[in-house]
């Protein structure tokens, strides 16, 4: 199994934007679907977007839809998540997740954490003035 790595986050202001990244150590990630998934203190962990092993399958949570970005960078084996047009409701603990996947499955309907096995540490996403 991957180890994911994630970074990017920090404090922005509302309407600001943030890329996060997501990388792997020990295996690469171009046969996984990657979630992104966002948790607060005392809630459940939320999937938030996802892409497909084959990049054709992308899914956002509604809140987001319009606003974050998906994408995977083959050459360098990363996955980013653009953020835009962030308020205080998206400040949360981010995470990347992966799970090895020749299909579209994972990516269909709102990413749940129990399908995926390799997690990342978070990173934190604070939106403040």
């Known amino acids: 199994q991957p180890r994911l790595v994630e970074s990017g986050g920090g404090l922005v202001q509302p309407g600001g934007s943030l890329r996060l990244s997501c990388k792997a150590s020990g295996v690469g990630l171009r046969s996984y679907a990657i979630g992104w998934f966002r948790q607060a203190p005392g809630k459940e962990r939320e999937g938030v977007s996802c892409i497909s092993s084959d990049d054709d399958t992308t899914f956002y949570e509604d809140s987001v839809k319009g606003r974050f970005t998906i994408s995977r960078d083959r050459a360098s084996d990363t996955v980013y998540l653009q953020m835009n047009a962030l308020g205080p409701e998206d400040s949360d603990i981010y995470y990347c997740?992966?799970?090895?996947?020749?299909?579209?499955?994972?990516?269909?309907?709102?990413?749940?954490?129990?399908?995926?096995?390799?997690w990342g540490q978070g990173t934190q996403v604070t939106v403040s003035s």
């Open positions: 997740a992966g799970e090895r996947a020749l299909g579209p499955y994972h990516c269909l309907a709102a990413p749940g954490p129990s399908d995926f096995q390799s």
